[in-house]
């Protein structure tokens, strides 16, 4: 009996050895690419107006990995079945908790003496403000196209592939907290950027990095509650596509001193409030032994 645990213990050790492994090995080619084109290629600055080679490469990868494991798509959440309801609930989740975050933000401008409006337009996410406005047409379809190449990658490899090869070794919840780490720290390349091109200094710098990793942290843990309670990716890819598509490059909130003052105020609004919630959710249903 005594071998035979301690066989059972080695094979879960190596399966735990090699999942980790993975998770890292591919989470660090992702993110070399991703410096790559920050630094080097800057798609944002070219007439694409925005980073989003890095994330095709992503689910090149992706696909490959799943290939090689021999899996399917639907294996790590893209199921066919749900696919439409599942949208509709992330979007639905995403445009209830912004419309109050709005709300809440707007109504802060006002108290400041400082009215502000709602418009719509194209411009990329800045820490530091800077934004170029784009009204026409193929510019919103271009922006939905990127987002959607964005959302597919990420929620493919942090909550699809991550987790459930975490799950295989680890509970759930640390499963998720380890891909919701990942995704912080795979954010932090925003503000690097904005300290070596001297738009902030090395304080802010550092504080907005770990600001990155604790918002993108909540985000990341609350996609992963949602994968976990609907047993696919959709709704989370829904609220998350909702979150970069309309929050913060279609819809801005603009006052006397500029557009979205306030923008990192509300997404981070928005986010807690979608997170108390799917949270409750996630507890309700594991109380109901769901």
């Not at 294996?75 to 979007?91: A, E, P, Q, T």
């Not at 904005?194 to 942290?217: D, K, P, T």
């Not at 696919?232 to 979150?243: E, P, S, V």
Request: overall charge neutral; aromatic content about 14%; proline content about 1%.
């Amino acid at each position: 009996m005594d071998l035979w645990e301690k066989i059972r213990d080695e094979r879960r050790d190596c399966r735990t050895v090699a999942g980790d492994h993975l998770c890292i090995a591919i989470f660090t080619l992702c993110l070399s690419v991703r410096f790559v084109e920050y630094f080097l290629i800057e798609t944002d600055k070219t007439a694409i107006g925005e980073n989003v080679l890095h994330k095709v490469v992503g689910i090149i990868l992706l696909a490959l990995i799943l290939k090689w494991e021999n899996l399917s798509w639907s294996d790590i959440g893209f199921h066919r079945n749900g696919f439409v309801s599942g949208i509709l609930k992330g979007l639905l989740l995403g445009s209830v908790c912004f419309a109050i975050s709005y709300g809440l933000e707007l109504a802060i401008f006002i108290l400041q003496g400082n009215p502000a409006y709602l418009e719509l337009y194209i411009s990329s996410f800045s820490l530091t403000g800077s934004q170029i406005k784009n009204t026409g047409f193929v510019f919103f379809l271009l922006c939905v196209l990127f987002n959607v190449i964005n959302v597919w990658m990420e929620e493919g490899v942090f909550r699809g592939l991550f987790i459930k090869t975490l799950s295989e070794t680890k509970p759930f919840m640390k499963a998720n907290y380890i891909a919701a780490f990942l995704f912080g720290v795979w954010h932090i390349i925003m503000p690097i950027r904005s300290y070596i091109n001297g738009e902030m200094s090395f304080a802010a710098m550092l504080l907005m990095g770990i600001g990155y990793i604790i918002l993108a942290g909540i985000m990341g843990i609350k996609w992963g509650l949602l994968y976990r309670i609907t047993g696919n990716l959709w709704a989370g890819l829904g609220d998350h596509l909702f979150n970069n598509t309309v929050a913060t490059n279609i819809l801005h909130v603009v006052s006397q001193n500029g557009a979205d003052e306030l923008q990192i105020v509300r997404i981070m609004a928005a986010q807690i409030i979608s997170f108390v919630f799917v949270l409750m959710v996630y507890y309700y249903k594991n109380r109901n032994g769901n």
